[in-house]
């Protein structure tokens, strides 16, 4: 089983890239990140076209995930468990008997502004979701565009960025809580490599170019789907495209 996950920022302007992908690279899910359009306006059929299955959640201009599968999602959740639900941040499915959370965490603004406490209070409540809903023991990949950069090796600047709201020290206990639940970095179980990163930030010049990143998108995995990992790997060319994302796709192979 290939999934992937890839923060697209836009779909509908990233579209040609995303199906383009698909199509090249027939994962068997990807979900996706920051698609920007409400529900009515989701661009179904191109999808329709290339035999991809999806379940979705959206606004206008801001935030929205989805999940592309070949096969049928079932047990579609939306949200968390109660307000504010934030439906266009979290979805999950259950595709061939793997669970697939996909997730679109708050950035956080500015460390002692309110957006970073949400950000904070964001991942208790994920904490409480999988406590509530799931078993470390079940077969769970939790992906998505963490905002959050786990460690040194993740940015290209650790000592400059520390204190980012991306690479703070109160959002890595957030997520080693979650960690400590029963989750595995499946890219840094099989790639211990510097400079290997997902997002390049395209308001400031030649940072894809320079390789100046962060590794902010994530591949998580219970330990029962974590055995099974026979790969992860962040696939640059898309983020070398006209028009592309400032993300790029992390890529996790399992053998089920």
């Known amino acids: 089983m290939k999934i992937a996950s890839f923060n697209v920022n836009s779909l509908r302007v ?27 306006d989701f661009p179904g059929q191109a999808f329709d076209e290339i035999n991809y299955q999806y379940v979705f959640k959206g606004q206008k201009s801001y935030n929205g995930v989805a999940i592309f599968s070949k096969d049928k999602p079932e047990n579609i959740r939306y949200g968390f468990d109660e307000e504010p639900k934030d439906e266009p941040r979290l979805i999950s499915a259950q595709i061939n008997g793997v669970t697939i959370v996909n997730s679109y965490v708050p950035q956080g603004n500015m460390p002692e502004s309110e957006q970073f406490e949400y950000k904070l209070n964001w991942f208790d409540r994920l904490l409480d979701y999988f406590d509530s809903n799931f078993k470390n023991t079940e077969s769970i990949v939790w992906v998505g565009d963490l905002n959050i950069a786990p460690e040194p090796i993740d940015v290209h600047d650790p000592v400059g960025l520390l204190g980012h709201v991306c690479f703070h020290p109160d959002v890595h206990k957030a997520l ?36 100046r990143g962060w ?29 592309p994302s400032d993300h790029t796709p992390i890529i996790a192979e399992f053998n089920l």
Not at 183 to 210: I, L, P, S
Not at 215 to 235: E, F, G, L, V
Request: charged share 30%; aromatic share 10%; glycine share 2%.
């Open 14 to 40: 990233r579209l040609p890239i995303v199906t383009n992908w698909l199509t090249e690279n027939l994962p068997d899910i990807l979900c996706v990140q920051e698609t920007k359009v409400q529900d009515k």
């Open 176 to 211: 080693q809580k979650i960690m400590r639940w029963g989750f595995v970095d499946v890219f840094r179980a099989h790639c211990k490599e510097e400079g290997q990163y997902t997002f390049w930030d395209y308001r400031m010049k030649n940072t894809f170019k320079n390789n």
């Open 215 to 243: 590794r902010i998108d994530h591949i998580m995995a219970t330990k029962p789907m974590a055995d099974k990992s026979s790969a992860c790997y962040i696939d640059k060319e898309p983020r070398q495209m006209e028009r």
